[in-house]
């Protein structure tokens, strides 16, 4: 009589480890690229927001804040913030991304056709 294979056999376990291993992967990689789209650049509704931001280094990166009516350049780095410069006159934003467009562009693709629910 043939005994069935173990299921804790050399070779279940290395698939069961590069399986562990490419999901840790797809989640890092679909991290990174949300991260550079920059999707929903404006942070904050009220009074204070960042408008736009520009990474120069893995911890450092320049901010334009707005502040009520004004602008400021901040940079951000290891050592905290610096102010660099108010603006004299403000940076105006071409139509700024929207977050809400992405969850509906999400939406949107849930609900494409050969889709299993």
Do not use: C, Y
């Amino acid at each position: 009589m043939v005994q069935p294979a173990s299921p804790l056999s050399v070779g279940s376990v290395a698939q069961l480890a590069l399986s562990l291993a490419a999901i840790v992967a797809l989640i890092l990689a679909v991290s990174w690229v949300l991260k550079r789209m920059k999707l929903g650049t404006v942070h904050g509704r009220g009074e204070i927001a960042i408008i736009d931001q520009l990474a120069l280094g893995p911890r450092e990166r320049i901010v334009l804040v707005r502040i009520g009516e004004s602008q400021v350049l901040v940079g951000v780095g290891a050592g905290g913030l610096t102010e660099l410069t108010p603006l004299a006159t403000p940076i105006a934003i071409k139509n700024p991304p929207d977050a809400a467009a992405f969850a509906d562009r999400l939406r949107e693709f849930m609900k494409r056709p050969g889709r299993v629910p």
